[in-house]
C-alpha cells in the first residue's frame, strides 16, 4: 500500500475544511478570541479518528456524524517532481443529513 511504502502525511482537506483551516490560522495570527467550527460526516474508522485529530490539534471545533456503515472519504495526493495527482473517495462526505445540523444548533 502507499501508506507502507512511502511517507505519508495526513491533513485536513477539502474546500470548505481548508477554508476554515485557513480562517483559524488568521484568527491565530490576530490573537482574537474568535473561533471555528465544521461540521460534516465520517466513518467510524481510522481516517475519521485522523481527522478530528487534525482538526482539533489546529483549534478548530468539529461536531461530525458518524456514519455507521461509510468509510470516512478521502483524497491520496501523489507527489512526483513538479506534478501532483489527486484521488478522491468520498464516501461519507455524501452522507450527511441536515438533521444532524438541526441537533448541533439546539
Avoid at 460534516?40 to 481527522?51: N, T
Avoid at 491520496?76 to 501532483?84: F, H, P, Q, S
Amino acid at each position: 500500500t502507499l501508506a507502507s511504502d512511502y511517507s505519508v502525511s495526513y491533513s485536513p482537506g477539502g474546500a470548505t475544511q481548508n477554508t476554515i483551516r485557513v480562517a483559524q490560522w488568521f484568527l491565530k495570527q490576530s490573537n482574537t478570541n474568535l473561533s471555528t467550527s465544521f461540521v460534516g460526516c465520517i466513518g467510524k474508522a481510522q481516517f475519521g479518528e485522523i481527522l478530528k485529530s487534525c482538526m482539533s490539534a489546529e483549534g478548530i471545533k468539529t461536531d461530525y456524524q458518524i456514519h455507521d456503515s461509510m468509510p470516512t472519504g478521502v483524497c491520496a495526493v501523489l507527489i512526483t517532481g513538479g506534478n501532483r495527482s489527486l484521488v478522491t473517495r468520498l464516501d461519507a462526505a455524501n452522507e450527511y443529513k441536515g438533521e444532524h445540523l438541526t441537533g448541533v444548533w439546539n
